[in-house]
């Protein structure tokens, strides 16, 4: 593959960039505790292992070029965000009325739950495996095999987000005497909610790429 150091750079780039998987982790981090955050960046690592293999099988190229299975990950990525928005601002309603102890109870739920979360949050955007198959091909020398230089970078990219990830709950995670008061905790979860159904109506428009 063809200049390693600006492809490293390029997806650290990337990365910083706030996008769905940024939002669960910080809802999770705030309302779970940093355990719930990992949890969410590990999942969100795992999926990108899962559309690295995609890339490098072909199996993305197959996604992106056929537009009933390009629609099919994008309407079911599209209604699971949403679904995460709804949740997250349908929660606000329930604490305002629960009692401490069923608090407790349902973070612990949430705290089961984030994997889960960070995990098809990423796999059912088609828009990464689009990512892939548009930006890793521009570090392969022409005429080569992709095979290897796919692998490479795909798994380049998951540890960057992974540190960058492990970073990112760790400062939310000390600041969290601020960010878990109870006002500031709804208004986190009341744009983060907001910011989740606009991803999923945003990745329900988008179109494929040919």
């Given at each position: 593959?063809?200049?390693?150091?600006?492809?490293?750079?390029?997806?650290?780039?990337?990365?910083?960039?706030?996008?769905?998987?940024?939002?669960?982790?910080?809802?999770?981090?705030?309302?779970?505790?940093?355990?719930?955050?990992?949890?969410?960046?590990?999942g969100?690592?795992?999926?990108?292992l899962?559309?690295?293999?995609?890339?490098?099988?072909?199996?993305?190229?197959?996604?992106?070029?056929?537009?009933?299975?390009?629609?099919?990950?994008?309407y079911?990525?599209?209604?699971?965000?949403?679904?995460?928005?709804?949740?997250?601002?349908?929660?606000?309603?329930?604490?305002?009325?629960?009692?401490?102890?069923?608090?407790?109870?349902?973070?612990?739920?949430?705290?089961?739950?984030?994997?889960?979360?960070?995990?098809l949050?990423?796999?059912?955007?088609?828009?990464?495996?689009?990512?892939?198959?548009?930006?890793?091909?521009?570090?392969?020398?022409?005429?080569?095999?992709?095979?290897?230089?796919?692998?490479?970078?795909?798994?380049?990219?998951?540890?960057?987000?992974?540190?960058?990830?492990?970073?990112?709950?760790?400062?939310?995670?000390?600041?969290?005497?601020?960010m878990?008061?109870?006002?500031?905790?709804?208004?986190?979860?009341?744009?983060?909610?907001?910011?989740?159904?606009?991803?999923?109506?945003?990745?329900?428009?988008?179109?494929?790429?040919?």
């Open positions: 593959m063809e200049n390693y150091l600006l492809f490293v750079l390029m997806c650290s780039l990337l990365i910083l960039l706030p996008g769905p998987d940024t939002a669960i982790a910080t809802k999770n981090t705030v309302t779970v505790g940093r355990i719930g955050g990992l949890k969410t960046a590990l969100t690592c795992c999926a990108l899962i559309h690295t293999s995609a890339a490098v099988l072909g199996l993305s190229a197959l996604i992106v070029k056929s537009a009933l299975l390009f629609s099919v990950f994008k079911v990525g599209a209604v699971y965000l949403m679904y995460l928005g709804v949740k997250t601002l349908w929660s606000l309603r329930k604490k305002d009325t629960a009692a401490s102890v069923e608090v407790h109870t349902k973070s612990r739920f949430k705290n089961a739950s984030c994997f889960k979360q960070g995990f949050t990423n796999l059912l955007n088609p828009k990464v495996a689009v990512f892939f198959l548009t930006f890793l091909p521009q570090f392969v020398e022409s005429g080569s095999s992709s095979f290897i230089p796919f692998l490479l970078m795909g798994i380049t990219y998951t540890v960057l987000t992974a540190v960058w990830f492990l970073l990112y709950v760790y400062l939310i995670h000390r600041i969290s005497a601020f878990k008061k109870p006002k500031t905790q709804r208004m986190i979860e009341g744009i983060t909610g907001a910011i989740l159904i606009g991803f999923g109506l945003r990745l329900a428009l988008e179109k494929a790429h040919h």
